[in-house]
Every structure is written in structure tokens, then in C-alpha cells.
């Protein structure tokens, strides 16, 4: 009964009953903050308990600017209850707390609350741009751009569309950067059978964890600008960047940095989630997009399409309202916020370096620098006889790999065939959300099992055919 | 900034600054019972307020039955916390108790929690379902039958998946019930240009108020039985029948009933939600759907397509298993619990009465029975010179109508045109949710603007043409 976000991991149905040489499963396989230990947000908990039952309004125990958010977030629902439909677009405050969280985090750049619809988690944001963007049949029909390794919702939503995915490859030996000649490539082969309407970024990247460069960001957008493709950023990890020397760039400032020729025109949709950043409220289900130079026929159609689904949760959308809308450093809960989102992103890091380090020690395993995001995505050598043996069994040899892991450890990982490989390449997706203790665990264990899974399939021999 | 349910209701954006002939706009357009001022049932937020900040459960002002509840789910949710995704199919522990309530509601019909899929609000459901089971192109592309009229969910999604859709037209002139014979029309009718697939019925109707009669369920199934169709029967009404002498029959007990020849053949999906009944709370996103006789891979796919949006939104979960789950008479909220049921019921059911009453006094308007949901559909007579001149405008007559009482009155209706009617025929949907008071004043307010209405375009001459 275990969800695994149809990466293929699997974890599913383990640790019942069945005898196995392990005494826990140790789960590295989603990016479920809280279910991996993590405590929520006291100020973000307080507030969401606070509209979901506003008697706590007159209680001492709750602090006075929790009580100014919630009550603020309650006269913008509809009979001042969480009860209550949203607009399709989300509560208007909340929509005005957005755009001034993101004016604060872009340094000034213009941010417009017209342009912003919450969302049911950034998925749902995702889903019905590429709804609205993709159509035609044959040689017309829209092809999206999407990175390799990706998160699995975008071929899964381009595949029930029935638009065209257009593969662009991150350069490993580059730490997963994203190469602007790669995407030439792409663009220039997928346009003989498709019409390229749209490219997606994600930024930091999902399952890479690397931070773009401004420059990076700078050519996608002169070539989306170039090639008029609709730009969708992927930017739910915004808030987890952990390398000292590297920082999040959304591509909205970049864009307005380039200047109006290219603000005023490129279409451009961003994505940010409560899932995860330092707060990981996934259940929840509270998210954003803000969308730039939309036609506004092309808004109303978006917001009636946004409508099919009524609103967006409004707890999660009082829940979004926090994270863009926190304590301040005058105000009462300040310190504790503070202190939970430091000892969050602190520790983030601290795993973010040991899984690297850790990794690169292991013979046949190379594994790129965790620069932000919530996972690691290295490259396992798998030797030809254990490639043989998979494709014999009918399964890739990564999940061969990860299903041997989890029998023999109770390790849970993602097969990296689940987002996307270069052809020939093998790689797992972990998540860095263990806590300290058990991520070191899990790597010795790792280390182990990769250590003798060489051993049992090398030989001097060619594999047999 | 009005979200308006894509049913065309004409509100949007009023009482703005502009001058107007009323002080105030009497909102009865859509189902959202919060936002009329219906309060929130107690323990309800209460169990969502101790879920969403568990210190709370150390707090003496809660009820121990409260803390149970909130217990019990958080045991169920990964690192015993809302911020948690739960599976795709919602938490485990809410799906055993929907199915116990079910088996409670239908008298021990057996319900296996196997068949319980909670949703974010029953739209997602019906929606997830449609996607399933539509497909094909030309002739054999599926045919989905829907009462005409219909709550606008069905003919959005069925045109946004290109299926087709049949309609059936509930008789109006004996009190909205379900004809039989024209369920066969309909159905050899569309055979001959397109392959019916599924029958969606809603049950208390929307917007047509009506309960349903055993025997007529009986029929249905029947013919669902001989023409191999997927029923859907949307029953998120089931708490809200009125009419003393009438009471809610689910399909699925009706089916059982039937026999082990229908109960173990016929595909259904029944739907319920968060949003309606007693508790009205719409924003929680909150739902579940049973299905019936699932082929093992149909249900695998329908997982696959569920974990698309991740999981519901997990508060929503946690309101869904109080409806289903609520105070016991020994436990200490029964008292209020039920009081505060009672009231909302109650005056609903005295709403109902004075809505049907009041409207069939007006000389030109006729409305059925509010037997069950929270609407009335009545008809009302549009004169030839006013059909005429909504027609030069480019409107329908009856959406003419209502934005013409908006105008003058501040009423928000829904025109009919949005739900569907018999050609010739025009309606407008109210939502008996107003106060009492408002209530009377809303209806008072449209009796003297039909009888203007009607007087404004008399005439002995024929309409100019």
C-alpha cells in the first residue's frame, strides 16, 4: 500500500510479515519530509489550527502574530471559514502575500497579484499549463521540452495529453548543468516531426539537485525568447540551496534583468509548492504559479479550465500564505521560526555533504555535488554480466539493482530508469531526508552491498550472449 | 473576482462601487453553505485543529472524543503528521472507516475499504473516473449518458476528454424523476453514433432537487445491467433529503438487493464528499468514491492515474472521516454534535418548504418539490417579446432574465441555460442556503420583479420578427 509517485520504486507492500535478513526499511525513495521524521513549523501549524478552528482565536496560548495571519486569511474566505470555496484562483490576500513575497525574494522586480493562482500543490499548476498549451495532431502537435533525468509528472502529463516529449539531456560531467547546445540539439531535431511550443526547467533540479548558474538561466531564456517557446519553471526548491557559494535565481528576475524586450514578451510560468523547502507540508497540498505575458483571453480560458476542479485547498493555501508571509523579525514568533527553519536547512546541508562524500568513496559509484533540492542522483557502475542477468528477468539493471538492495538491506531507493538515463548509463535516486544518523547508516550499508553486488557479478569473461 | 462554478452565473465582479437600485447582493448561486453563514459542525474543526497542531491534544478545552479521532489519524500518517503525503488512495485508516459507515448506511450491505479511494472533493473522482473509462474515436468513441438537467462537471469533462455526450431528460412535470423510457431513447438513439459507456445519475439531484425512488434506482441498474453501462451515481446529497416521506437509497444497496447476478456484475462508482450535507465544508476539498466490480488491472490503472495529483489534500481526509465517523450517543460531542446537525437539517428542510411555497405563488413561475439536495430548478415563464429581444442582445432568455434581476434586485440565480433544459423551456437554479430571513426577502424580492417582468413585455401583438 505504498504510494512511490510512479517513479517505480519498490518499496511497495515491504516490511509485512516476510522474514529478511534487515530489521527496518529504511526509506530514501520520496521527498516526504515529515513521513522521514522531520517536525513541522510551529507558526505554520499554528496558524493553519487556528483558521481550522478560530476559538483559539481567544486562547493565551497561541502567539499574537500567528492570530493576525490567521485572522487576516479568515476575512479573506467567504463567511470568514476555511469551509468555504475560494475563488478557482485562491483567497485574493493570499494572492497579494505571494506577489509581495516574491517582489521581497526577486529584489524589486515588479510582481503582479493578477498574475498569481494557488494552486493543489505545484502539480496541479503543472498539469494545467501543459493542458492549456498542448493541441494539434501529426507533425503539429506541441512537443515539450523537458530535461533528462526529470521528474516523472511531466512525461506522465505529456503522455495523457498526447503531446510530444522533446528529451533534452543535463551534462553530468558538468554537474548536471544544463548545456545550451543541448538544447539547440533537441529543439532543431524535435521540430521535423512536432510543433516545440514549450520548455521546462527544474531549477533546483528534481532528481539532480543542481542549482542553475544566472548565465544558464540567462541562455534558456534568450533561446525560449528566440525560438517563442512558453517557459515553465519548475521552482519548489527554491528555499533548499546548500552549496555556500551557489544561490537560487528564479527565472522571473533574470528575465527582467535582460530587459523589456524580453520581460514584456516571454511567456513564462513559475512553480512553487508547501511541500517542500523548510517546510515540507506535502499533505497539505498548497501551492503557486504565477504566470508573465499571458494573453488575457488566454487567462480566462486558464482560469475556467482551474475551475473544473473548484479550489484549491483552503488550508493549503493558509498554509502557503506562511511560508511566503513569516514571522517577522520584530514579531513575536520570530525567534522560534527562525531557529526550526535554520535546524531544517542546516541539517539539509550537513546530509546534502555527507551522501556526496560518503558516495564518492564507494568504488563505481560517482556521485555529483548535492547542490540544492533533496536528492542524489549518482552513477552506479553495474557490471555486464548483472545487465545481462537484468534484461533476462525482463527489468532494467538499475531496478534490478535498487530490488536487490531493498531485499538484501531494506534500503528503499528509486531506479534511476524512472526519470531518464543516458542510454547505457545507471543511476539511483535518494533522498538526503533520513535523519543524520540513519542516512550514515543507510550509506555504510550501501556501501556494502555495492561492494560485494561487483564482486558477485565481475569476471574476466565476456558476458555470455 | 467571483468564482461562479462554470455554470454562467452572471455575479461576477458586482456591488463594486457602482450605483445600484439595492443596498445589498443576495448570493444564492452557488452550493458553498460557509460562505451563506452556515457555522462550521464543532467537533468537526475540532478534530482537524488537534490533527493540524497535535500540542493541542494536551489542551484540556478539547473532548476526549476529539483527541481519539485526531489520534487515530495521525497514527496513520507517515511520521504521525498531515504534512505527510498519504497514498494516492488516502490514508488508510479513513478508508476502513468510510467503508464501515457505508456498510452502516446501507444496513449491512458488505463494503470492502479495498473499494475506498478518498479525493479531493468528489470532482476529482468523477473526473478520474471519466478518464478511465472514456476512449475511442468515430463511431466507437464512448458514450457517457447525463440528466439533462445536469450539473455542468459532467458536459465539462466529458468534452474536455472528446467523449460523447448522451443526454437524457429528467420529467419535469413529474417532479424531475428519472423516465425510464426515455433512458432507453436516449440510449438506441446514441448507438447509432458512438459506443455508450457509462450512466451518471445524480441522486438528490442537482440542480433539480428531487429524491429518488427505490423502484427507479431499481431500473436503472437493470438497464446498466442489460446494456453493459459504468454507473456513476454521484450521491454527494445522500444527508440532505427533506421530504418526510422520502428517504436516500444508495445504488449499491439497491444493487445488492437485486441480487448476487447485478451485485457481482455491474460496475459502479458511488461518490460522496465533504462538501455538502451537514457540514458544508466545501474548502476542506474533502471526498471519497467506492467502486464496485473493478476488473484487478482496471483498478491498478486507476491507482496510476490517482497518483498523478500525489495524494488528497490530507486535512480534507481527516474532515472526510469525521462525516463518516462522528461522535457516538455514549461519547461527550454527541450532544452538540447532533444539535448542531439537527439545526443545519432542520432549517434546510424548513428552507425547502418556504422556497417551493413561496415560488409556486408567483403567476408565471412553477417549482417542484425540494425533496432532497439544496436547490430549486423551477421554471419560469419567459414572455415571446422577451425571448425576442434576448435574443437580438446574443443571450439566452434566461440568462437575460437573471441579469436583469441582478441589476435590479442584487439576486444572483444561475439561468438555467447552464445546466441544460427541454428546448423552448427556461429555469434558474437557487440555493435554498440564504438565512431564513434573506431567504424570505430574496423571495419576496424576485416575486415583485417577475410580476414586473411579465408586465414589461406583455403584449396582444405577435413579437416584431
Given at each position: 500500500k505504498q504510494h512511490d509517485h510512479y517513479?517505480?520504486?519498490?518499496?511497495?507492500?515491504?516490511?509485512?510479515?516476510?522474514?529478511?535478513?534487515?530489521?527496518?526499511?529504511?526509506?530514501?525513495?520520496?521527498?516526504?519530509?515529515h513521513a522521514m521524521g522531520q517536525k513541522p513549523i510551529t507558526f505554520l501549524r499554528q496558524?493553519?489550527?487556528?483558521?481550522?478552528?478560530?476559538?483559539?482565536?481567544?486562547?493565551p496560548s497561541f502567539p499574537e502574530d500567528a492570530k493576525q495571519r490567521a485572522r487576516r486569511i479568515l476575512q479573506g474566505c467567504g463567511g470568514q471559514s476555511l469551509g468555504s470555496y475560494s475563488a478557482s484562483q485562491g483567497v485574493d490576500c493570499i494572492r497579494q502575500d505571494v506577489a509581495v513575497y516574491i517582489e521581497q525574494r526577486d529584489k524589486g522586480v515588479p510582481a503582479d497579484w493578477d498574475n498569481?493562482?494557488?494552486?493543489?500543490?505545484?502539480?496541479?499548476?503543472?498539469?494545467?499549463?501543459?493542458?492549456?498549451?498542448?493541441?494539434?495532431?501529426?507533425?503539429?502537435?506541441?512537443?515539450?521540452?523537458?530535461?533528462?533525468?526529470?521528474?516523472?509528472?511531466?512525461?506522465?502529463?505529456?503522455?495523457?495529453?498526447?503531446?510530444?516529449?522533446?528529451?533534452?539531456?543535463?551534462?553530468?560531467?558538468?554537474?548536471?548543468?544544463?548545456?545550451?547546445?543541448?538544447?539547440h540539439r533537441a529543439y532543431q531535431a524535435a521540430k521535423e516531426h512536432c510543433h516545440p511550443r514549450v520548455i521546462c526547467i527544474i531549477n533546483p533540479g528534481n532528481p539532480t539537485g543542481q542549482v542553475q548558474s544566472r548565465k544558464?538561466?540567462?541562455d534558456v531564456l534568450h533561446f525560449a525568447?528566440?525560438?517563442?517557446?512558453?517557459?515553465?519553471?519548475?521552482e519548489v526548491y527554491q528555499d533548499n540551496v546548500y552549496s555556500p557559494d551557489l544561490q537560487?535565481?528564479?527565472?522571473?528576475?533574470?528575465?527582467?534583468?535582460?530587459?523589456?524586450?524580453?520581460?514584456?514578451t516571454v511567456e513564462l510560468a513559475s512553480f512553487h509548492s508547501t511541500s517542500k523547502g523548510y517546510s515540507g507540508e506535502c499533505g497539505f497540498r498548497g501551492g503557486y504559479m504565477e504566470v508573465l505575458n499571458l494573453d488575457l483571453e488566454v487567462k480566462a480560458q486558464l482560469v475556467k479550465l482551474l475551475s473544473v476542479r473548484l479550489c484549491p485547498p483552503v488550508s493549503g493555501q493558509a498554509a502557503m500564505d506562511v511560508i511566503v508571509n513569516p514571522p517577522l523579525p520584530h514579531e513575536p514568533s520570530y525567534l522560534q521560526f527562525h531557529k526550526e527553519k535554520s535546524a531544517v536547512l542546516g541539517a539539509l546541508a550537513e546530509k546534502a555533504q555527507v551522501t556526496e562524500?560518503?558516495?564518492?568513496?564507494?568504488?563505481?559509484?560517482?556521485?555529483?555535488?548535492?547542490?540544492?533540492?533533496?536528492?542524489?542522483?549518482?552513477?552506479?557502475?553495474?557490471?555486464?554480466?548483472?545487465?545481462?542477468?537484468?534484461k533476462s528477468l525482463g527489468m532494467s539493471p538499475d531496478m534490478m539493482y535498487c530490488l536487490r538492495l531493498l531485499e538484501e538491506t531494506g534500503i528503499c531507493l528509486v531506479p534511476g530508469s524512472g526519470f531518464g538515463q543516458r542510454e547505457g548509463t545507471y543511476h539511483f535516486r535518494m533522498t538526503?531526508?533520513?535523519?543524520?544518523?540513519?542516512?550514515?547508516?543507510?550509506?555504510?550499508?550501501?556501501?556494502d552491498f555495492h561492494i560485494k553486488f561487483l564482486k558477485e557479478y565481475a569476471s574476466l569473461e565476456e558476458p555470455k550472449r
Amino acid at each position: 500500500k505504498q504510494h512511490d509517485h510512479y517513479t517505480g520504486a519498490p518499496c511497495a507492500g515491504y516490511n509485512k510479515g516476510q522474514k529478511h535478513p534487515f530489521t527496518e526499511v529504511i526509506k530514501a525513495n520520496i521527498g516526504d519530509s515529515h513521513a522521514m521524521g522531520q517536525k513541522p513549523i510551529t507558526f505554520l501549524r499554528q496558524v493553519v489550527a487556528l483558521c481550522s478552528f478560530p476559538e483559539l482565536l481567544n486562547s493565551p496560548s497561541f502567539p499574537e502574530d500567528a492570530k493576525q495571519r490567521a485572522r487576516r486569511i479568515l476575512q479573506g474566505c467567504g463567511g470568514q471559514s476555511l469551509g468555504s470555496y475560494s475563488a478557482s484562483q485562491g483567497v485574493d490576500c493570499i494572492r497579494q502575500d505571494v506577489a509581495v513575497y516574491i517582489e521581497q525574494r526577486d529584489k524589486g522586480v515588479p510582481a503582479d497579484w493578477d498574475n498569481i493562482y494557488l494552486t493543489t500543490g505545484a502539480s496541479d499548476g503543472i498539469v494545467s499549463i501543459l493542458k492549456m498549451l498542448v493541441s494539434g495532431q501529426g507533425r503539429s502537435r506541441s512537443g515539450v521540452m523537458i530535461p533528462i533525468p526529470q521528474y516523472p509528472l511531466y512525461s506522465a502529463a505529456i503522455s495523457e495529453l498526447e503531446a510530444v516529449q522533446i528529451n533534452y539531456y543535463l551534462d553530468e560531467d558538468n554537474c548536471w548543468a544544463l548545456d545550451i547546445n543541448e538544447l539547440h540539439r533537441a529543439y532543431q531535431a524535435a521540430k521535423e516531426h512536432c510543433h516545440p511550443r514549450v520548455i521546462c526547467i527544474i531549477n533546483p533540479g528534481n532528481p539532480t539537485g543542481q542549482v542553475q548558474s544566472r548565465k544558464c538561466i540567462e541562455d534558456v531564456l534568450h533561446f525560449a525568447y528566440e525560438e517563442n517557446l512558453f517557459v515553465m519553471s519548475d521552482e519548489v526548491y527554491q528555499d533548499n540551496v546548500y552549496s555556500p557559494d551557489l544561490q537560487f535565481h528564479s527565472f522571473k528576475k533574470v528575465l527582467y534583468e535582460m530587459g523589456p524586450e524580453y520581460f514584456n514578451t516571454v511567456e513564462l510560468a513559475s512553480f512553487h509548492s508547501t511541500s517542500k523547502g523548510y517546510s515540507g507540508e506535502c499533505g497539505f497540498r498548497g501551492g503557486y504559479m504565477e504566470v508573465l505575458n499571458l494573453d488575457l483571453e488566454v487567462k480566462a480560458q486558464l482560469v475556467k479550465l482551474l475551475s473544473v476542479r473548484l479550489c484549491p485547498p483552503v488550508s493549503g493555501q493558509a498554509a502557503m500564505d506562511v511560508i511566503v508571509n513569516p514571522p517577522l523579525p520584530h514579531e513575536p514568533s520570530y525567534l522560534q521560526f527562525h531557529k526550526e527553519k535554520s535546524a531544517v536547512l542546516g541539517a539539509l546541508a550537513e546530509k546534502a555533504q555527507v551522501t556526496e562524500q560518503t558516495l564518492n568513496t564507494v568504488p563505481g559509484i560517482k556521485c555529483n555535488p548535492v547542490q540544492g533540492a533533496m536528492y542524489a542522483f549518482p552513477r552506479i557502475f553495474i557490471p555486464p554480466r548483472a545487465v545481462e542477468e537484468a534484461k533476462s528477468l525482463g527489468m532494467s539493471p538499475d531496478m534490478m539493482y535498487c530490488l536487490r538492495l531493498l531485499e538484501e538491506t531494506g534500503i528503499c531507493l528509486v531506479p534511476g530508469s524512472g526519470f531518464g538515463q543516458r542510454e547505457g548509463t545507471y543511476h539511483f535516486r535518494m533522498t538526503i531526508l533520513p535523519t543524520t544518523e540513519k542516512l550514515k547508516v543507510l550509506l555504510e550499508k550501501l556501501r556494502d552491498f555495492h561492494i560485494k553486488f561487483l564482486k558477485e557479478y565481475a569476471s574476466l569473461e565476456e558476458p555470455k550472449r
